[in-house]
């Protein structure tokens, strides 16, 4: 059962920078080529969107919100994903989630918070 966990939210403030990582675990990303593996964040009272997303083949699409600001890299040897965040604004602040797709199949992590205040 494939499974994946975040790490790396906090506070921060306006224009400051976060990393957010997620490893996977019941797969091995290195031997894998059709997955996809992405950030999406929900704020409250606000729907679940797409951050960014990369493919096994390294392909990385971004939220037009995040662009310039937000990099998506994976690391196969650690089976880790991570979000680079610079110049973060309040309006990024959310509940960040790991999302791993495999054969149509989404697994989720648990979030981790990220809140962008003064």
């Known amino acids: 059962q494939v499974q994946v966990v975040e790490s790396g939210g906090g506070l921060v403030q306006p224009g400051g920078s976060l990393r957010l990582s997620c490893v996977a675990s019941?797969?091995?990303?290195?031997?894998?080529?059709?997955?996809?593996m992405g950030w999406h964040r929900q704020a409250p009272g606000n729907q679940r969107e797409m951050v960014a997303t990369?493919?096994?083949?390294?392909?990385?699409n971004y939220a037009n919100s995040v662009k310039s600001r937000f990099t998506i890299s994976k690391d196969n040897a650690k089976n880790t994903v991570s979000l680079q965040m610079t110049n973060l604004e309040p309006g990024d602040t959310a509940v960040y989630y790991c999302?791993?797709?495999?054969?149509?199949?989404?697994?989720w992590g648990q979030g981790t918070q990220v809140t962008v205040s003064s």
């Open positions: 999302n791993f797709r495999l054969n149509s199949i989404d697994t």
């Open positions: 019941g797969t091995i990303l290195r031997i894998l080529k059709s997955y996809v």
């Open positions: 990369i493919t096994g083949g390294g392909i990385a």
